[in-house]
Structures are given as C-alpha cells and as structure tokens.
C-alpha cells in the first residue's frame, strides 16, 4: 500500500471551517482506494489569529514573520505536499509579516498556477475558457526589497535572473504541452520601460522557446493582457508572468468565470507543493457557514493529481478526477450554490453535495 503524507494549514477566518469540510471530500473520494492507498494528515497551523495566541515569530534576514516556528516547519518537512486554506497577512501589526513567504522559500517554491475554467452554471464571460496564470514565486518587485534614499523618496528594487526566468520558462512550455489544448505560452512583460531588466525576461523565454518546437511563445505587455482577458480569453492557454504582475492580474483572471469562491491555485517546487484557494481569509465570513469552498476543494483535486504523477499513483490521479468531476456535477444540477454564486446554500450543504456525488 502507497502512504501519502499531507500537511494540512486551515490558517485564519474562514480556514478552519473550509479545511475541515474538504477534508471530508477528500477521505470520501480516497475511500474507493483504501486497499491500495493511504491518505496521513498532518495538520499543523500557522497564521495571525495562532500568533495573537502564543506570540510565536520567526526572524529571518531581519524580517519578523508572524505565526509560525521552526517546530512547525519540522512537523511539515516529513509531508509530500500542503493543502493551505489562508491566513490574515494584512492584519499584523507594522514590524510584521505573513509567515507565508517562509513556507515558500524553505520547499523552495518558485511557480504559482491558477486555472480558470468555465464551469457549468457559473458566471463566465465566454463559454470555453480554458487557460492558467503562471506566477514567477522567488524574486521581482514582490519581494519588499525597498530602501529610503532621502527627502522621503523610497525606491523598490525589481530583481529578474536568468536563473529563475529559465527555469519559469521551462515550466510554463512543459504545463503547454501537457494540456495539449492550444499548446500557446504568453510571455507577459513591460520590456518597453524597463528594457534591461523586462528584456532579459522575455529573451530567456525566446532561447527556451527553441526546446519546444510543438508549441508557440506570444509576447505581450502587462498593459494588453487585461483587455485580451475580457475581449478573448478562450484565444490564451498558458500566460506567463512575473511575481508582482502576477499577484495583481490573478484576481482579473478569476473574476472572467466565477471568482474567487471557485478559483484554485497550485504552488510548484521541485520535489514540493502547495495547494490553496486563490481567495483570503474572509474574516468578514468567519463562522456564518456560507464560504464557498469549492476553490479550497479544487485546489484539493489538483494536489491529488500532482501526487499522483509524483508517486507514480494511478490511485491519487483518480481521487483528483473523481474530485472534479463531482464539484462539476453539482454545479450543474444548481441545486446547492453558496451566495458568491447566486444561491443560499452553505458551506456544509455544498460539501454534503460534492460527498453525495462521490458515492
């Protein structure tokens, strides 16, 4: 029997009580495998509400990261992959930050994905959307690198490598040919403004452009993308992009079929990864039962088939198939949407439908 580790982080607000409903659908899409495959979770927290209880930081480089320890991340090290709901980041005070970034850099996380699909009886702006948002994780305008100059000027250094650049490039032409549906990669840049630093970024993506014969580089600037999005989205399939552009596009990306309350994302490493909702910690919705949780639950669909390719497990690629085929499902029949989408089903009642399907 194949015995797969989980580290489960349900974080902050609405967290706690998506972890625990998709955990439900994950065990109940597993139980058709439990001769051949077993599912451990270990769930650990991190985040702003277990900092306002225990205090615990970690300091790295001088930076104050809330929430989290080095106990924890050793309970992590022995997982496969992750699957994270959200944390609060926003809410720490001045002197502090997410513990997020730290989760990252210790698995070495270096490519952030977000689908976005259109679903069966969801808001899409056109019927055959079908593409990802592939966001550079380890370097850009993202990382805070910022220092005072004088007269209270500031400056934000922007830091692109040939190193991370190829290896996102990589990506990104693989994640074309797997989908095999228009096999495209957007190369999404502002080289016209800053021409050495968006310049070598988009070069390296030519150069490994060459490896992938089968498939076709398009260069855009970040200024063109948000009107292809609306006017032509079923023309993209794999958009690639830096980190900071990256983060302020993916809401857009979401919001052309759905939103946030569907939108899963996928966070690569080598060997690691992890698995969240594209959505916060809506703590506005904290114990109300009406958070959606399909995003937290896609996202779940999507670690059990990297799993599976990783462990060679026909078994995991199955429960993520078996996972999507079930949210799709309700979706169509309409019955149990939460508020996001127009209904009034709550959280529970939407993940009972999802475990219904799966029997």
Known sequence: MKNIRIA????DGIG???S???????????????DRLKLDFVEKNIGYELWQETGEYLEINGIKHGGISEDILKCYDSTDAMLYVATSGGSFPQGFLTPFPV?????????????????PNVFSIKSDIDLVLVREQ???????????????????????????????????????????????VVCVHKN????????????????VSHKYVDCSLVDMHTDVLPYELIIAPEKLDVIATTNMYGDAISGEVAGICGGLGIAPSGEYGVDYAIFRPVHGSAPDLKGKDVANPIATILSAAMMME??????????????GNRIR???????????????????????DMVAQAIIDSLK
């Not at 016209?192 to 030519?206: D, E, I």
């Open 8 to 11: 489960v982080v349900p974080g």
């Open 138 to 184: 380890t370097e850009g305008l993202w990382m805070g690198k910022e220092h005072g100059v004088e007269n209270e000027v500031m400056h934000a250094q922007v830091t692109i490598s040939r190193k991370a650049t190829e290896r996102l490039a990589e990506f990104s032409f693989e994640l074309a040919r797997s989908r095999n549906r228009l096999k495209k």
């Open 16 to 18: 706690p009580e998506i």
């Open 192 to 207: 016209n403004v800053l021409p050495k630093a968006f310049g070598l970024f988009l070069n390296v993506f030519k150069e």
């Open 306 to 319: 990297w799993l599976g390719d990783k462990h060679h497990s026909a078994e995991a690629c199955r429960i």
């Open 325 to 347: 085929q079930a949210v799709e499902s309700v979706l169509k029949d309409g019955k149990f949407m939460t508020p996001d989408l127009g209904g009034t089903a709550s959280t």
């Open 20 to 34: 625990k409903v998709t955990l439900d659908v994950l065990a109940e899409a597993a139980s058709s495998f439990k």
């Open 103 to 119: 989760v990252r850099r210790r698995y070495g996380i270096f490519a952030n994905v977000r689908p976005a699909k259109t679903l």
